[in-house]
């Protein structure tokens, strides 16, 4: 571009941003006031920062707007992002050191290694591009701090390398961060079936939903599935942390951190406004930065706002100014392992139908700092990658799953609903939905509401999926099911949409998508109860609602324990749970009790009692509807003496949680607090989090929190929640805790935490005179040269 028309086209954007601009020349400039040089630009592009931390960022072509996406997503996440990009393509060695060499192995294994044509056109038309924009965007940033190296964030200095640079492939290749986990359901399982001798004991493991009994698939022994058998498959899947001042480098301590969401769309006959109400908060792992990053994206043909990974373009929640959407993980199981007899006399071939087959093996060489790099070698069946090998038994492992099919890199499907206008373009984008598996709830400015499930659902042919099967050709995928063979629902009589991760099929409906990938079914119930008592819901009662502490679990169980005696050891605190009212609420004093004895007493009392010692050290923590349904029914769950056994059950275990809260709350009961015990902290890998601050519900509430039973900490929760008033935008309302920026010292790092903890959230502006009206700060991105 000639000086001269770039000079005007700047003054030409001054005027829209306002003025005070100044040239970016590293961290000590103001950063409220900053123009950055950009290459790859076609034309300037604006962002205006509100005082919540959110970048609207304007546009005149989509191509500029996901490469400015890919510049600020590096301004204000780059340590993230970075991070993210180096676990998943198996390239922490290159500055981290040879510690890393097994995780980086193990990472490679899991990476898309398919046709990247068939890859990029699974997304849409705009996938490609958008991709290369957005990594052309981190790039420039990366040019921008080689030359004002002041401005690095100080994980770097810390750690003592510099940030990568991108490829485009780079946003999707990377698979090993979906939320597809049924595998450890199966090596659990087996190793149950292994120490009971029979599959009768499923049924202490996990509820089956649908109802269903499962057997031993022909040819399989349980008892050769290794316990540590997936080590390989947690040290590819877990994050990079530090542990004892050191980055992890082995597969970290099995503590499940449950992972789901709510959310819902109130039609319009049932709202005060006569607008569609939307709700979404997804329940992640909470870190600093979050997990999720708020972004408005505006060009012509394009208004999107709303939240999505970081280290992607595009949105995967929010709205386009006439729909909205939000979602949840829905239940497919998209993973099995395979089990193979290898030639005694060549461990390289396995037994698949009359012959052998042999196994591909892919070398790579993993870049080691300050070291020669290190060949590794990946193999594979033609199934999946080989986590495990037992020399011993002549056994080997590998991993078959969905998500390392054409179109499943997470959330990046979004890309082909971002322009849908109504239901039918909706549902058709959800249509080819490939990882991870969604409940997506829709509302539109028209009035419509919907829910729409999608992912790539194997067809199953002799097997439920349930254990591991032999890998000789017998029990194999026949496919995917297509997605227009889900249910849904449109604009359903009741006058809402929800979900919450429950099994949510409709009964004898013949797509059998999974057995054992549900949640259960409280935190949906509770939200049904909710709104259906409410015909005129207003942003506020729903934003209320995503705070909701109410468990109908614990309603179930106190139940229970009124028409359970007293003994010495016991009246006290039955005395207290008896006139539990069901809130996990901060400050219950009932909740620190009832929590502590269920999730650490209860609940593995229940599992040593009706399983042998082998097989429950396999189960982590029991379903919850079954512990409560072996209250309601003893006889059912704990033989012809069940009231007694359930009876000794409550009362030792009760005796032992009230002791152990005395023991650490003091003893004044009435002043026992929930958030006294569990404490909520956003992790960050070099120690630089936020918190701990107290934290009230539990897993089985609306406002969740998945709990570390051992240490009390909140290892899951939503972080970010959103309400949308469909069609008044501007009265919509979000939260992301603890800040949108993941550079400390920014003003953005934590400054939303206090409202996270109330509970409350902050408005998320759309129109360009409310944008204005909040803005705390300007950049301006012109092109470079």
């Excluded at 770039?6 to 030409?12: G, N, S």
């Amino acid at each position: 571009m000639p000086r001269r028309l770039r000079v005007a086209a700047v003054l030409a954007a001054l005027v829209v941003l306002g003025s005070g601009v100044a040239v970016a020349s590293g961290a000590e400039e103001a950063p409220d006031q900053r123009i950055y040089g950009v290459s790859g630009l076609s034309a300037p592009v604006g962002m205006v920062v509100d005082r919540w931390g959110v970048p609207h960022i304007y546009a005149t072509n989509t191509q500029d707007l996901y490469l400015a996406q890919g510049f600020n997503a590096a301004r204000d996440r780059l340590f993230q992002i970075d991070l993210w990009r180096r676990r998943g393509l198996g390239e922490l060695s290159s500055v981290l050191g040879e510690k890393y060499v097994a995780q980086d192995r193990a990472t490679r294994m899991f990476l898309y290694r398919g046709d990247m044509r068939a890859e990029w056109e699974s997304y849409g038309p705009e996938a490609q591009k958008a991709a290369t924009a957005f990594a052309s965007g981190i790039n420039a940033y990366l040019d921008w701090l080689s030359s004002n190296p002041r401005a690095i964030p100080e994980e770097f200095t810390k750690l003592g390398y510099s940030p990568a640079r991108w490829r485009p492939e780079d946003v999707v290749r990377i698979r090993s961060h979906g939320l597809s986990k049924n595998v450890q359901g199966e090596v659990a399982r087996a190793r149950v079936v292994c120490a009971v001798g029979g599959v009768e004991a499923d049924r202490f493991l996990y509820r089956l939903r649908p109802e269903h009994t499962t057997s031993v698939p022909a040819g399989l022994d349980p008892c050769a599935v290794p316990a540590d058998v997936l080590a390989t498959y947690q040290l590819a899947t877990q994050s990079v942390t530090f542990a004892n001042g050191q980055l992890r480098t082995e597969p970290a301590a099995e503590v499940p951190s449950s992972e789901g969401s709510n959310n819902w769309a109130v039609a319009p006959d049932r709202t005060a406004t006569g607008r569609p109400i939307l709700a979404n908060d997804p329940h992640r792992a909470l870190g600093a930065p979050s997990l999720r990053y708020i972004t408005h994206l505006s060009a012509p043909g394009l208004d999107v706002i709303g939240a999505g990974e970081p280290a992607l373009p595009g949105i995967s929640i929010g709205h386009n100014g006439t729909a909205a959407f939000g979602l949840t993980i829905f239940g497919v199981d998209q993973e099995d392992m395979y089990v193979y007899d290898l030639d005694p006399a060549d461990h390289g071939r396995y037994r698949y139908q009359d012959g052998w087959e042999r196994i591909r093996t892919v070398a790579e060489d993993v870049p080691v700092a300050g070291q020669a790099p290190r060949r590794v070698e990946l193999p594979f069946t033609r199934h999946g990658p080989v986590i495990s090998v037992d020399p011993v038994r002549h056994k080997a492992y590998a991993l078959r799953t969905a998500w390392l099919e054409p179109g499943t890199s997470p959330y990046f499907g979004s890309m082909k609903f971002l322009r849908a206008k109504n239901w039918e373009q909706f549902t058709e984008a959800m249509r080819r939905w490939g990882g991870p598996a969604e409940n997506q709830v829709y509302a539109d400015t028209s009035g419509d509401i919907g829910w729409v499930p999608g992912g790539m659902a194997p067809r199953r042919s002799g097997f439920d999926g349930l254990l591991p099967v032999p890998g000789d050709g017998r029990f194999e995928w026949r496919g995917f099911h297509d997605g227009a063979e889900l249910p849904r629902e449109h604009n359903p009589a009741r006058g809402f949409v929800a979900s919450a991760n429950e099994f949510n099929m409709p009964p004898g409906h013949p797509v059998k998508v999974g057995y054992d990938t549900w949640t259960a079914p409280y935190r949906k119930q509770r939200i049904d109860e909710v709104l259906s008592a409410n015909s005129r819901s207003t942003v506020k009662d729903s934003a209320t609602l995503q705070g909701d502490t109410v468990s109908l679990l614990a309603k179930g169980v106190v139940d229970v324990l009124r028409g359970i005696g007293d003994t010495p050891e016991t009246a006290e605190a039955l005395r207290l749970l008896r006139g539990y009212d069901g809130d996990v609420r901060v400050d219950s004093a009932a909740a620190a009790l009832f929590e502590t004895w269920f999730l650490r007493h209860l609940g593995p009392a229940f599992v040593n009692t009706v399983l042998p010692p082998d097989a429950a050290k396999a189960v982590f923590m029991p379903d919850a509807t079954i512990v409560l349904e072996a209250l309601q029914k003893p006889t059912m769950w704990l033989g012809p003496d069940g009231v007694a056994v359930r009876d000794r059950l409550v009362h030792s275990s009760l005796a032992a949680a009230f002791a152990e809260v005395r023991q650490r709350l003091g003893a004044d009961v009435g002043a026992w607090r929930w958030g006294s015990l569990q404490k909520a902290a956003f992790s960050h890998p070099l120690g630089l989090g936020v918190g701990p601050v107290e934290r009230g519900g539990s897993w089985h509430t609306v406002n969740a929190a998945s709990t570390n039973p051992y240490t009390y900490g909140v290892t899951g929760g939503a972080s970010f929640k959103m309400v949308l008033d469909v069609g008044d935008w501007d009265k919509s309302v979000a939260i992301n805790a603890p800040g949108q920026s993941g550079v400390r010292g920014s003003a953005h790092y934590d400054d939303l935490l206090p409202l996270w903890q109330k509970d409350s959230h902050f408005p998320l502006v759309y129109s360009r005179a409310e944008v204005e009206r909040n803005a705390a700060h300007r950049i301006l991105l012109v092109p470079a040269g």
